[in-house]
């Protein structure tokens, strides 16, 4: 067993003259002071990777700078599923007895610490060196195919698309630390800048400076604490030029395995925290993991589905499409908000009184997934 103890999370956009190790100390600040805990406490460490910071040994690097003495210390590298992954270990780390409080953190200046060209370049790694790379595809293309592949077998429309980037937008709006809150139409999606057909502008997550970092405790220290009951992986390919299918990947598997760790079927989710890099990502892993059916993800939103006071609220935080995106921090402030909904203390956010919560997020070109099941306190 192991609890989430506390959380702790910067706002997402620009942080002139602030360096990784400021925006993660800021953010590990926060999570141990939700959590009670003093840096004397902690006795596990795991951080994310940064683009801006590319050291072969963040963790212990971290640590250092940090003030902290770790019995365990780790990095890790999964692109956008880092931040899961990392509550998986930090989850399997404390059940094992190796440590009793595991810091976890992420934090990175990707919007101001590295030009566009850069960023672009360097993301673009992702793709096959010999077969993908050399032919100039970027990430947005690589999801660029998907989004046209699944559109083709499914019926989803740009609108549906739109209407998820809406959802998001509205969600920010509510949080004063999104990088974008002013409200957007399904007009306005439509209407923005193409970036690789069919997605334009406000289909794709921006590029963001940012922090997010959570404590993961063998025991419930804190009075807000979020139980972990679940958690698996799933991972179908690494290059999206040898991927099985363009429209099936392994969302289904890794949410399913996580549920039955659990103990709990989808119908016992009532808040969800799903990666959206991009809107296809979240069409895909919305309908994929069963939370709806193929082809209407984009329906239920404009529905109201998924809408703070829906059936399943998704992302209140606003998302990486609005809420930012700074590298493995961005899927983290998935987990910061289910923490916050799950007790109580989403504010103006808040969605009702949620038991269980489902988060999922992928790496590469969803071909890394990760779920976790957390449930609040009994």
Request: proline share 4%; aromatic share 6%.
């Amino acid at each position: 067993m192991s609890w989430v103890t506390g959380v702790g999370l910067t706002r997402f956009g620009k942080h002139p003259g602030r360096g990784t190790l400021d925006l993660m100390s800021e953010a590990a600040t926060s999570a141990l002071a939700d959590a009670g805990l003093e840096r004397r406490d902690i006795d596990g460490l795991l951080t994310g990777y940064s683009t801006t910071l590319p050291h072969l040994m963040l963790s212990t690097l971290f640590a250092e700078h940090f003030g902290l003495s770790p019995r365990y210390a780790h990095a890790i590298q999964l692109g956008g599923a880092t931040g899961f992954t990392m509550a998986m270990l930090a989850h399997h780390i404390v059940e094992a007895g190796l440590a009793s409080h595991v810091l976890v953190v992420a934090g990175e200046n990707r919007l101001t610490g590295q030009s566009r060209d850069s960023a672009v370049q360097t993301l673009a790694q992702v793709g096959h060196p010999a077969y993908e790379v050399p032919l100039g595809a970027t990430i947005p293309a690589y999801y660029g195919l998907v989004a046209s592949r699944y559109m083709h077998e499914h019926g989803i429309t740009e609108e549906d698309f739109a209407a998820l980037a809406v959802l998001m937008r509205t969600h920010a709006t509510r949080h004063p630390g999104a990088q974008f809150r002013d409200p957007i139409s399904e007009v306005d999606v439509l209407a923005s800048k193409p970036v690789s057909s069919p997605l334009k502008l406000l289909d794709c997550c921006p590029v963001s400076d940012g922090g997010a970092a959570f404590v993961v405790s063998r025991e419930c220290v804190s009075a807000h604490s979020v139980r972990i009951l679940g958690t698996a992986q799933a991972h179908t390919h690494q290059h999206v030029s040898a991927a099985p299918s363009l429209t099936r990947f392994g969302a289904a598997a890794s949410a399913s395995d996580a549920m039955r760790a659990a103990g709990v079927t989808l119908r016992d989710v009532d808040y969800a925290g799903i990666y959206d890099s991009f809107t296809i990502t979240l069409a895909i892993l919305l309908e994929e993991i069963g939370l709806a059916p193929r082809g209407q993800a984009g329906k239920l939103a404009r529905a109201g589905h998924f809408s703070a006071d829906g059936s399943v609220p998704l992302n209140a935080h606003g998302g990486l499409l609005s809420y930012g995106h700074c590298g493995v921090g961005g899927a983290m402030a998935h987990l910061v908000e289910a923490h916050l909904q799950l007790t109580d203390r989403g504010g103006e956010r808040q969605c009702g009184a949620p038991r269980l919560a489902l988060l999922h997020g992928d790496g590469g070109v969803l071909s890394s997934h990760v779920s976790l099941v957390m449930e609040r306190a009994r």
